[in-house]
């Protein structure tokens, strides 16, 4: 009676756990293609985290004087940045880091404070690893698809900004007000599942990120 109690208890819990090793094959084709155009004797941007960033194609394009690598893998958390960090961010060295990830945490039904403490580790290792990087946590930003959750996502971004607002190299980039008109969601910013940018969501993005990535020369 106590084994089978346990397992009620514990199974919800392995079934809301995300192995990143689902990851593994991604990450592999993420390190081929980033490996063949980087180049180690410039300073580096990389821009990490899920599909947001994964799905910005025209990334290096809109900052032309500035070594961009994408190392966005759809789908993933803050867990999952965390148990990747060395081969999609440390082993390029870069000067600065863009990260988007909690967006896909909200959705798994993570809690702010939870999100939160992986983050802090995330920024430990990479301060810890790097010389003087400079961090920019990107906001989870607003969607059609989880409009639903927007409290959470706002606990949390208040949560990131806070963070980031009393920790020395990391910077918080808004990205979720400048996707609204009077606090509702500009729908003309997705494509047709709702969660995704078109283009006219990104040119919002390039247009908070710009001068975060600029100040990176």
């Not at 993933?76 to 081969?87: C, G, K, R």
């Not at 979720?176 to 940018?197: A, E, S, T, V, Y």
Request: cysteine-free.
């Amino acid at each position: 009676m106590k084994r089978l109690l346990v397992l009620l208890i514990v199974l919800p819990v392995l079934s809301q756990a995300q192995d990143p090793e689902r990851f593994a094959e991604e990450i592999v084709e993420i390190q081929h293609k980033n490996d063949s155009i980087w180049d180690s004797s410039r300073p580096v941007v990389v821009f990490t985290g899920s599909s947001s960033v994964r799905l910005w194609e025209d990334l290096q394009m809109r900052f032309p004087e500035h070594q961009i690598l994408n190392t966005g893998f759809g789908g993933s958390q803050f867990s999952d940045l965390e148990h990747y960090l060395n081969p999609l961010v440390l082993k390029y060295g870069p000067a600065r880091i863009f990260i988007y990830e909690g967006d896909n945490d909200i959705s798994d039904k993570k809690r702010p404070g939870r999100i939160l403490k992986t983050t802090k580790r995330i920024i430990q290792k990479l301060q810890m690893q790097l010389s003087n990087p400079e961090i920019v946590l990107i906001s989870p930003k607003p969607s059609i698809a989880r409009w639903r959750l927007r409290g959470k996502y706002r606990r949390l971004n208040r949560r990131l900004a806070k963070f980031a607002a009393n920790t020395q190299g990391v910077r918080f980039a808004d990205v979720w007000h400048p996707m609204l008109h009077n606090r509702k969601l500009k729908p003309n910013l997705f494509i047709d599942d709702g969660l995704h940018m078109n283009t006219m969501g990104y040119d919002i993005w390039y247009d908070v990120l710009k001068e975060f990535v600029d100040d990176a020369k």
